[in-house]
């Protein structure tokens, strides 16, 4: 069995965007910009924000972090959508979700320029990347890509199984594995909460992608034999024996499904570490006009 060390394989395309950055600014280039909204004070958004705006220092992007309070109201957040949307020395920016429930998160994500929409959430990048047109890939499925890419793993022909149908990660994860460049060209099934008898599903997955948010939901009896297993899952679980009073629990039971698996991501330290990568990979293309010319 070979883990599939997302940590390692972020560090290395955030090097080779840094070394990109590097040489863009010795020609006098413009440096590529990240701007980021926060609403309200989610520990959890706050981290991934944080994280977002310190890859940019590390890897020479400026970066801009514009914070709301949960009471900002719709009209008060478009505008600053408009204003980001004009402001050219922002390539990029994100909204981080959620979003307090007063506000239409899909009428903001709409608002957003989809030239700047790094994230890839709105509906005109969404439609690019299933007609296979240049898009902004949203940034967890396109993690996954690189993992199976990078450890050279084949999907040609192979059976893939998503598990969930988030827009965010199960929807495109299936689409991108269906398509004919690599990796793709994959044989899909998408289950989802409705799915009856879910493990007679798994048990043909070559590839068996998981993003639910439900701890241990997939166990060994669940998986073939010689297995590619994903774990999109980061659940909060409380552990007292941490300093943060919880740790990230997976969608997999790891220690024993992996004994099976040919390749398994573990969590932490997986899927999640390249969700950022992939975030800097779509502003440095925002930076050099790579998806819409
Ligand atoms: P979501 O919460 O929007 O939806 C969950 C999906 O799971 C739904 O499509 C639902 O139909 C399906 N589902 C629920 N129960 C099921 C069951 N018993 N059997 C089969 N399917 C079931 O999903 P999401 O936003 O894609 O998040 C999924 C998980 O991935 C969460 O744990 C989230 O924290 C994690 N996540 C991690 C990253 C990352 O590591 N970078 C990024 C995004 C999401």
């Known amino acids: 069995m070979t883990l599939l060390d997302g940590k390692k394989t972020s560090e290395a395309i955030q090097d080779e965007i840094a070394a990109e950055v590097a040489a863009i600014k010795a020609k006098g280039g413009k440096v590529p910009h990240l701007a980021a909204i926060l609403v309200g004070n989610d520990g959890g958004s706050v981290t991934y924000v944080n994280n977002k705006v310190l890859a940019c ?20 957040l478009l505008n600053k959508i408009k204003e980001l949307n004009e402001d050219p020395e922002v390539d990029g920016f994100i909204v981080q979700l959620p979003l307090p429930k007063h506000i239409d998160a899909n009428k903001v994500l709409e608002a957003i320029d989809p030239k700047k929409d790094v994230d890839g959430f709105h509906p005109t990048n969404v439609g690019r990347m299933v007609a296979g047109l240049p898009a902004y890939l949203p940034a967890t499925p396109a993690g996954i890509l690189q993992l199976l890419k990078r450890y050279n793993i084949e999907t040609k022909g192979k059976h893939c199984v998503v598990i969930g149908r988030s827009n965010i990660v199960g929807t495109p994860m299936s689409i991108l594995m269906s398509k004919c460049t690599y990796p793709g060209e994959a044989t899909v099934t998408i289950c989802h909460r409705n799915t ?10 070559d590839i068996l992608i998981v993003a639910v948010g439900r701890p241990g939901l997939v166990t060994a009896d669940m998986v073939k034999e010689g297995a590619v297993v994903i774990d999109v899952g980061t659940t909060r679980v409380p552990d007292e024996t941490r300093k943060s009073g919880f740790r990230l629990r997976g969608d997999v039971d790891f220690d024993n499904v992996a004994e099976k698996c ?24 925002a930076a050099k006009h790579e998806v819409y010319g």
């Open 57 to 76: 220092d590390r890897i020479g992007f400026g970066s801009s972090l514009i914070r709301y309070e949960d009471s900002v109201s719709e009209e008060e």
């Open 196 to 205: 009856v008898d879910l493990a007679h599903h798994t048990r043909q997955a």
């Open 262 to 285: 040919s390749y398994i991501t573990p969590v932490p330290g997986g899927v999640g570490p390249l969700t950022i990568a992939m975030l800097m990979t779509n502003t440095l293309r």
